[in-house]
């Protein structure tokens, strides 16, 4: 018997193909870009079925093309999933009482409200506060200036003693020179 020889038919097509399934996974992942990867997945599995066919003609190896091909089926699968999904919330969102488009605007028109609600409780807090906090720091004054004075009276007189010796030294050293 004789031993057919491999060849390397397909497999620039079946390479090709994988790279493109490879990147439609996670372009198709992500979600936002479904349809880049819709679109790379397709191309990789038009290159990869080329590719197996040309190496199954020419008895060549079928590896590479058959990965290139699963990958980017599944990359496509994603990508049309993400396409379904989002159109059956838009579908669902249109056909709804008012429509999408009047439900983020009262949307946004209760955040609105929510808004003045909040700048009114903080300024109402704000003007309590600040009343409470005047009245505070008054007492704090009062408490504090008492406190200084008390001492002040205290350490004055020690200090005042203190600096007529330092300045009754300085004079005698003056004089010794």
Avoid at 9 to 34: H, Y
Avoid at 121 to 127: K, L, N, P
Wanted: with cysteine.
């Amino acid at each position: 018997m004789a031993d057919k020889m491999r060849t390397n038919a397909g497999q620039g097509l079946g390479i090709a193909g994988l790279v493109l399934g490879i990147i439609s996974v996670p372009l198709a992942v992500m979600g936002c870009t479904f349809a880049v990867a819709l679109l790379f997945g397709a191309v990789g599995i038009i290159l990869s079925a080329i590719g197996l066919s040309q190496a199954r003609r020419e008895n060549g190896a079928k590896g590479i093309t058959t990965a290139g091909l699963v990958v980017s089926i599944v990359g496509s699968v994603i990508a049309v999933l993400w396409f379904v999904f989002l159109g059956a919330f838009f579908q669902d969102a249109v056909r709804e009482k008012g429509g999408w488009l009047e439900q983020l605007e009262q949307l946004e028109e209760v955040g609105k409200d929510l808004d003045k609600e909040m700048e009114g409780i903080e300024q109402d807090i704000d003007e309590e506060d600040m009343e409470d906090l005047e009245e505070k720091m008054e007492q704090l004054e009062g408490e504090a200036g008492e406190q200084t004075q008390g001492v002040a009276k205290d350490t004055g007189e020690a200090d005042i003693e203190e600096a007529e010796k330092q300045l009754e030294e300085l004079r005698k050293e003056k004089d010794k020179k």
